[in-house]
């Protein structure tokens, strides 16, 4: 199991949005390793849109490490018969 762990920890995620406007970079821990945000999607008369684009994207690499989690620790306890876990 701690292997499993140290693997999900190194693991990255990637997720973006408004066509790449923004991208945000998760490991299989769910902690954002870097957010970026494209020139273009900074407009200061719009700054709702910004903050769309990053929620989505960060709401996108969290269902995506979660996935990546799941799929690790199901490796694992597969032949466990453990119901419940993952």
Do not use: Y
């Amino acid at each position: 199991m701690a292997e499993v762990q140290e693997e999900l920890a190194q693991a990255t995620v990637t997720a973006t949005a408004g066509g790449g406007a923004v991208t945000v970079v998760m490991n299989g821990q769910q902690a954002v390793q870097s957010v970026e945000i494209a020139p273009e999607a900074v407009d200061p008369e719009d700054v709702e849109m910004l903050q769309d684009l990053i929620l989505v994207a960060v709401n996108e690499a969290i269902e995506r490490s979660q996935e990546l989690a799941a799929e690790r620790m199901g490796e694992l306890t597969g032949g466990l018969g453990l119901p419940g876990i993952f």
